[in-house]
């Protein structure tokens, strides 16, 4: 009923707040508002005559519109999708959102903020993402403003196997409160099963937004249009089953290594990739590795166990197999272990002081090796398995274009085997992949969107890709896509592995593309060939003059491959050809490359 003054007790000005006010309220916010009044009659409280306490209600419902900025630091891109379905959220409940990739968010924008939500992966060894950067060294600089009218709340994505678990959000966390921002809600950390934590802090914020706003849940058009029918049911937490068509080993006899192109089918999935995204990927623990551990403890196969925090069991063999993580050992685990276990040896190890000696530990060893060296055997299942980490997926960039090859999706995989401890040791999936993935098997998978590894916008854009070992497998992607859309942009590929004649991923499709025009140049540097090893940072380098006016005409760089080592020599092979071909400074060249990155000109997957 629309309030009219025939029909009510109020002027002409109350009666047009009220209207504007009562249809904008849930449940909760008319429950609360009758409590309030009624309080206020009982206690014989007045307000003020006229129309005052109206205006004040309806400038409360003004805060509806609170805007609230959303932030991610992503590289893989499981941020970004964080981020996306907060402000989904946030709109469901009448917010205002502003969401932002960190590098596209103006830094000097941030005093206006007033609610700032932040999701952050860590890379590397404590570093932010390649997209977080310079908003990070703003917050940092002295140009950082004081912020005492921020309210803000962080989400941390992180790996305990690594020594500086959710560094970058936690020194995120601490400078925003150092510039005089308040806590929404505490911060979260999350390991690589983040899926929990994570809804745990968006509640918690939204929580704390709407209880000092009092927003109503009106859903947005918006976001209504995004939720339509073209969205995949499948995603990380509920994979697709597909059919592997094609697992084929690409290197030559001789090699030693081995390197997997699968093909697989997303045929009834309605999953959707473009080029640069990733394929996730469950994959089984080595069933050696999980009957080792099963006599080892002591344990019975076929006992059922819980496998989930709703009570679903499952025998235990089939549980160590597909459901938990037992080739990473990390401190949260030693840790929980001690607590059940007796044993002086791990109650030493794990003690204030001895974080040399666990880091030392942990590096190289799996779960046998851990319940072996410290004689946990009669633990029971029931205790040991719930402090594991759940199986993780693993990411391939994905080597193929939707549009070459529908309903398909392709990785690259490189078999990983190695000697540890006395004990020889196997990549989870990457060998699952190689030895135990036949075709007409399935595979639990999903789509990765990486927003960070895309093509250019203008199919003219010249693009140098520099890919060694399997790394090459999203610039395949790439060429196959550029080869449907006709697009007429140059194109280089630097490519790199051990020898001409046994590790040439994909070599004639290569020369294919070379001699369709595809692909304008490729320079290769085959390391194990050469007197002096030669890798594609020293391919770069020759080429520095030519490299140059690539970058003088507006190319983008992609690099895909190893990051520790490979990413780093590739960034100073670039940051040395800037000072060499364009008689730049070290700064100058830092802050040229740190530019093409802000502009998406300079992109990494790296891992």
Not at 358 to 386: C, E, M, T
Not at 548 to 574: F, I, N, P, S, T
């Amino acid at each position: 009923m629309e309030l009219q003054v025939t029909n009510s007790p109020f002027n002409q000005e109350q009666v047009e707040l009220l209207n504007r006010l009562l249809p904008a309220l849930t449940d909760a916010q008319r429950s609360w508002l009758s409590g309030y009044l009624a309080a206020l009659q009982g206690t014989g409280a007045s307000a003020t005559s006229g129309a005052a306490p109206l205006a004040v209600v309806a400038a409360n419902a003004a805060a509806v519109s609170k805007d609230v900025t959303v932030l991610f630091g992503s590289q893989t891109g499981n941020s970004h999708s964080l981020a996306k379905k907060l402000s989904k959220k946030l709109e469901e409940q009448g917010f205002q959102v502003t969401l932002s990739a960190m590098s596209d968010f103006k830094p000097n924008s941030l005093k206006k903020v007033q609610n700032l939500l932040m999701i952050v992966s860590t890379h590397g060894e404590g570093e932010p993402p390649d997209n977080a950067v310079s908003f990070y060294e703003f917050l940092y600089s002295k140009r950082a403003p004081q912020l005492g009218e921020l309210r803000f709340s962080v989400l941390a994505l992180g790996d305990t196997s690594y020594e500086f678990f959710c560094q970058t959000g936690k020194d995120f966390d601490k400078r925003l409160e150092e510039l005089g921002g308040k806590r929404l809600a505490k911060r979260v950390d999350c390991d690589v099963d983040f899926d929990e934590p994570a809804a745990e802090w968006m509640n918690n914020v939204l929580g704390a937004l709407s209880e000092a706003s009092a927003a109503p849940a009106a859903a947005s058009g918006a976001v209504a249009a995004a939720a339509g029918g073209t969205e995949s049911e499948f995603s990380r937490t509920n994979p697709f089953r597909a059919e592997v068509l094609e697992n084929l080993n690409l290197n030559g006899r001789g090699s030693e290594r081995e390197t997997r192109h699968i093909e697989i089918s997303l045929a009834g999935s309605n999953l959707q990739y473009e080029p640069g995204d990733s394929l996730g990927v469950y994959p089984e623990n080595h069933p050696r590795l999980v009957d080792e551990l099963i006599e080892a403890m002591g344990w019975t196969a076929e006992e059922p166990v819980a496998v989930n925090k709703n009570g679903e069991e499952r025998p235990l063999r089939e549980a160590l197999l597909r459901h938990y993580e037992l080739t990473v050992l990390t401190k949260p685990l030693l840790e929980q272990a001690a607590v059940i276990a007796s044993n002086d040896g791990l109650q030493q190890l794990v003690a204030a002081g001895r974080e040399t000696e666990l880091k030392a530990y942990i590096n190289g060893r799996d779960l046998l090796d851990f319940v072996q060296d410290y004689s946990l055997k009669g633990v029971p299942a029931g205790d040991f398995l719930p402090i594991l980490r759940k199986m993780p997926a693993r990411l391939y960039s994905i080597a193929s274009s939707p549009k070459a090859s529908p309903d398909e999706v392709h990785v690259t995989v490189r078999a990983v085997r190695y000697q540890a401890h006395g004990r020889n040791r196997y990549g989870v999936c990457s060998v699952h992949l190689a030895e135990r993935v036949q075709p007409g098997d399935t595979l639990p998978v999903y789509i990765q969107h990486n927003p960070n590894f895309k093509l250019p916008e203008n199919p003219d854009t010249p693009i140098v890709m520099i890919g060694p070992g399997t790394g090459v497998a999203p610039f395949r992607s790439f060429l196959a896509e550029r080869e449907e859309t006709g697009a007429e942009g140059r194109t280089w590929l630097f490519y790199g592995d051990q020898h001409f004649s046994t590790d040439f991923l994909y070599q004639i499709e290569w020369q294919r593309w070379l001699k369709d025009g595809v692909l304008t140049r490729m320079d290769v540097a085959f390391s194990r060939d050469t007197d002096r090893k030669v890798y594609v940072q020293h391919r770069m380098l020759e080429k520095s003059r030519e490299l140059y006016r690539w970058l003088q005409d507006g190319a983008c760089v992609y690099v895909c491959g190893d990051e520790k080592k490979m990413a780093h020599d590739v960034h100073a092979a670039l940051a040395t050809i800037l000072e060499q071909e364009g008689g730049l400074s070290p700064e100058e060249a830092a802050e040229y490359l740190s530019s093409m990155q802000q502009h998406k000109r300079y992109q990494r997957d790296v891992y």
